[in-house]
């Protein structure tokens, strides 16, 4: 457990409280950093991309949620579901499936589409039409939905979030990815997690495991592994991607057909009859 979640929760450092909500959509594109020619999905959102959605709902700026939302003052775990399932059965699913969507469009990078008036004001116009039209290849998730646990190291935090989720208020539209792939959010309450002492003996999860090295292989329950950003912190760059870079990556193994994957080494806790692993 990070040294940082002593600042909310009891004495041995973990928060007592998790947040627990599932979002979902009929499309989702989380795109991979390894990928230029086909525009590819990673199948899990990344931790940074959960942490963006929160930040969303929770009303925080562009670069204002960094300190909130980094590994040592924050846990998330992800656990991928069918949508429209009864949030009761806490019954994992298979990853989404995808499928290739071409897109034809036009940039909306550079300069070209920013005018300055004499008073210094920034507007933005549209992209000129006449110029060359790039066709790209999205790959998408079709009804992308995971159950989300969140807990947070700062009590404000936690009750700014809690108080949009509880009131069915988002500050700033969820997304699942792309701005255009709009997503629901149905809140579950809040739950106390409780640590499960596994021992030596594997153990049956629900959701993702940020630890693939402890996961049991097995042939029967095929699972897959993907490595995304964990998490990231402000900087002072200028320029159209600036403000932010990745400073650790995170590899996530993941039932391919909604099996439990079974662990050794995770730290396992169970929020609402469900075992997850925190990240």
């Not at 949620?65 to 590994?71: E, G, K, P, Q, T």
């Not at 700033?172 to 106390?192: D, K, M, N, Q, V």
Request: glycine residues 10%.
């Amino acid at each position: 457990m990070q040294s940082e979640l002593q600042a909310y929760g009891d004495g041995d450092g973990t928060p007592t409280r998790c947040l627990s909500l599932t979002v979902a959509g009929p499309w989702g594109h989380f795109r991979r950093v390894d990928g230029n020619t086909v525009k590819a999905t990673y199948r899990l959102p990344p931790r940074t991309t959960v942490a963006g959605l929160l930040a969303a709902i929770a009303g925080y700026e562009r670069d204002g949620y960094y300190d909130v939302f980094d590994r040592e003052r924050s846990d998330i775990a992800i656990q991928p579901v069918a949508r429209g399932a009864d949030p009761d059965d806490g019954r994992t699913a298979a990853v989404p499936r995808t499928m290739n969507l071409p897109e034809i469009s036009l940039t909306t990078s550079g300069e070209g589409m920013k005018a300055v008036n004499s008073r210094g004001t920034v507007s933005v116009r549209y992209p000129d039409p006449t110029v060359d039209r790039q066709r790209s290849n999205y790959e998408v998730l079709v009804d992308p939905a995971y159950r989300i646990d969140v807990r947070l190291a700062d009590g404000d935090a936690y009750e700014r979030l809690r108080d949009r989720l509880s009131t069915g208020r988002s500050e700033y539209t969820p997304s699942l990815g792309l701005s255009e792939f709009l997503a629901t959010i149905r809140y579950h309450g809040e739950f106390t997690p409780e640590r499960v002492d596994t021992g030596d003996d594997p153990i049956a999860v629900h959701s993702a495991i940020p630890d693939p090295d402890g996961v049991i292989p097995d042939p029967d329950h095929p699972h897959g592994v993907e490595r995304s950003p964990g998490d990231m912190t402000r900087t002072e760059a200028t320029g159209e991607f600036s403000g932010r870079k990745t400073t650790e990556y995170l590899r996530w193994a993941y039932s391919k057909r909604g099996d439990l994957l079974k662990t050794r080494r995770a730290d396992v806790h169970e929020v609402g009859g469900r075992r997850v692993v925190f990240s």
